[in-house]
């Protein structure tokens, strides 16, 4: 997928109070709402940051494709990939490549505009409907002797077929809704989806002063005016060291922020585009939290290592969240400059440490084992990550290397980075041994808790994790969402007080995992008053877990109830262009009981992209509801001869015919599912119950004995399992299996029937 190249912080312009020369007035002249004036008109005054801004990553974000601007050989020159050619050549001033289109034939497409400069220079191609979409070859921009200066393909390892959503021509690499809103200032996106057509506008093409600051009129006219505000003109006040110094404890050597220290604005803003996060707002607002207009992923499994490292492309905000210098009130200024996305203190990142880490203390081999000149801060608390085949990203979570984590979850560490001809068994003996057989027990770790989830039944490691403040919040919003299911009451009472959090992710993913309970159970919750939560992500996560409840609500939430879905509605409606988005509204409207409209929201997903698994398949599942069986079965079998080894389509399938009485013709659906899918948990379940009430026993018991010990927190494997084992008079079997479950969920009514049925008397 097409992401920023930019590896620097996105920081804010700190601009001083009154920039002109005239004598200054009480009451301020203001001519209505901001509007957006332009990085030039940010010059006179900031002759400093405007010169620190130019050439800058964020100056250079996107711009118009020209001899001056793109960095790529063009010169004739071509790049084998899987057997495929691509010429990249120059005519009448124009940069053009011919490579494959969505259909697998070679045509000539010219070069619009470039995106980034280093490491690495993409480009974007205009297509009809508006849409700009990223050439799937990129330049290395490093120098020859860094192994630069050359072509190279964004996936070089795995061949992307034109009918790949991956595919440069697809909606994952378009421009529009991928990458536009972190390369221009004031991007609009304008997707009409009657049309299916873009007019994305911005005021400025790259990253300017007021792509951080917001709209800078009133700004203007407050310093051409000599006025006083105390809020400067800006929505957003960005200076997160107003009133603060960081004061070295000269003990400890660790510097500590003195003063009125107040919540760190720079991530925030820093975040919107240096994050992993979904947009959930036609417009971005200044100002407030992240979570207000976007949702930042947590530590999810195809994201982040179970100790919170990064392992897919999530950039920096999930990161510095779980850091012990976020924690503390280090911003992102402290150790960038704002405006040249460069290091506050030079090329050596060693010198940003030194500012609140006395190097007396810490660049000494009694503190890493190492002196500085074998390894430098960087090398063991920030490890790095390459990304889009070039690009080398550190982790912001500054954490301590932990090779023992490394044997227990499988993490990796900086120690075996560098010391590669050593195991880990290695690499941890030799951390206890300078450690030094006096130093206190190693601190509890997040990791083994969602390490675990990932494996199985952990619920009672994640309430540890969800209980203790001393854990960053992104963590502890992770082990909530790992909690599985049913629940027990000592973990609704962990996802009752929680609902009651002051953080946004907290809140959020609480509000999932009771969206799961029965609707008289989540009236019970608290979490119906998040309806009027001041976080917009907040009110419409709850408006899609109160889904078809309203008429239940009590006064106050019922009077919020309107506001937060059309809240919900416009924001899948701003992303319009994203099918899974029509999908998530056409549950909410069919939760809504607005049954035509959640068909015609799937169709019109399904027709924008027919390789939509799960529009598919869900919309099948209506029209069956709906009694239109035969109109399912033929919307499931078109998406198989799209993907014949979809398991989820074969799966889907295999129920519809279960619900017409084609057993056999369902069973080798079913078989399918479980084989092209061997990890799905549901579809092992389903294929060992279909077995079983075919006859199939001894099939079904090897299917679910399977099943069982490779998923072992699911409660449904486990009883139909028992059940089966009781039914065929293996009671002691059958015993084993319920006694286990007990223990993990004791007030399952469903576990207590079935030791009841097995003769255990409660």
Known sequence: MVRSVSQFVLLAVLFAAGCGQAEQSAAPVRSGPATFIGSSSCQSCHETEFDDWLGSHHELAMQVANVSTVLGDFDDASFEYFGTTTAFYTRDDNFYVKTADA????????????????????YLIAFPGGRLQTLAYSWDSRPQSDGGQRWFHTYPDEYIAPDDELHWTGRAQNWNYMCAECHSTNLEMNYDAASDFFTTTYSEISVGCEGCHGPGSIHAELANAAAESPDHGFD????????????????????????????????????????????????????????????????????????????????????????????????????????????????????????????????????AAHVPEQAGCV?????????????????????????????????????????ADNDVAWASAAVDEWRGPDAPPRAPHFATAIDASRHGFANTELLEVISNPDFPSIARATAISQLSQPLASRDLGALEAELGSSDALIKIAALRQIRSLPPEQRLRMPGARLLSDPIRGVRTEAAQTY???????????????????????STYLSIANRPESLAM???????????????????????????AVAVRANLADLLWQLGEEGRAQNILREGLLLDAENAALHHALGLSLVRGGESGAALVELRQAAGFSPDNARYAYVLGVALNSLGEQPEALRVLRDARERFNGDIDIAMVLASILRDGGDIDGALAIAYDLTQRYPEDQNVMALLRSLGVVL
């Not at 023992?404 to 993490?411: P, R, Y």
């Not at 239940?552 to 919900?568: C, K, N």
Request: charged content about 25%; glycine content about 6%.
């Open 103 to 122: 259909s697998g034939e070679d045509r000539e497409f010219r070069i619009a505009y470039t995106f980034g400069v280093e490491p690495l220079q993409q």
């Open 236 to 367: 957003v006040d960005l200076d997160d060291r107003r009133d603060t110094v960081w004061v070295m404890n000269p003990e400890t050597g660790i510097a500590e922020l003195a003063g009125d220290h107040k919540s760190q604005q720079q991530p925030e803003a820093c975040g919107r585009c240096h994050s992993r996060r979904g947009i959930i707002a036609t417009e971005y607002e200044y100002g407030e939290p992240l979570a207000h207009t976007h949702l930042p992923a947590t530590l999810d499994e195809n994201l982040y290592f179970a100790d919170g490292q990064i392992l897919d492309e999530v950039y920096v905000y999930g990161s510095f969240l779980q850091s012990k210098m976020y924690a503390a009130g280090v911003t992102c200024s402290d150790c960038h400059n704002p405006h040249s996305a460069e290091l506050a203190t030079g090329d050596d990142p060693n010198n940003v440490c030194a500012q609140c880490h006395l190097p007396t203390k810490f660049a000494i081999a009694e503190h």
């Open 379 to 419: 090398d063991c608390h920030m490890t790095s990550q390459t990304y889009m085949v070039v690009d080398d990203r550190r982790d912001h979570s500054f954490r301590v290397p932990r090779p023992d984590l490394t044997a227990t979850v499988g993490s990796p560490n900086a120690c075996s980075n560098c010391h």
């Open 547 to 569: 889904a078809g409840m309203s008429d239940l609500l009590p006064i106050e939430e019922a009077r919020a109830w309107p506001t937060a879905v059309a809240e919900l509605r």
């Open 585 to 611: 509204l056409a549950g909410f409207e069919l939760n809504e009981r607005n049954v035509s409209e959640a068909v015609s929201l799937y169709e019109q997903a399904l027709h924008m992209e027919p390789r």
